[in-house]
């Protein structure tokens, strides 16, 4: 299992157990992903971190100064 992190902006878009999906997203030399639809994101990550799995499950939404953090697991 992978456990990521992702930034989330708004109260009660997920929570723990819900199944999501991720997009990736391409920068020049790195990569993102996006839990859709538009619900969080994460941070930047370089090519030997890419991500291969596309669906996941939260396992944890903490709430932090800055907003909410959003933590899923992936089967890698």
């Known amino acids: 299992m992978?456990?990521?992190?992702?930034?989330?902006?708004r109260e009660g878009l997920?929570?723990?157990?819900d199944e999501i999906t991720v997009s990736e997203g391409v920068l020049p030399f790195s990569?993102?992903?996006t839990i859709e639809p538009a619900v969080a994101m994460s941070a930047n990550y370089e090519n030997r971190e890419r991500l291969s799995a596309r669906k996941?499950?939260?396992v944890e939404v903490r709430?932090?100064?800055s907003g909410y953090t959003v933590v899923a697991e992936f089967d890698e």
Request: glycine share 10%; hydrophobic share 35%; aromatic share 20%.
């Open 2 to 9: 992978r456990r990521m992190e992702f930034k989330m902006e």
């Open 14 to 17: 997920v929570k723990p157990g």
């Open 31 to 33: 990569w993102y992903y």
């Open 56 to 58: 996941g499950v939260v």
């Open 63 to 65: 709430t932090d100064e």
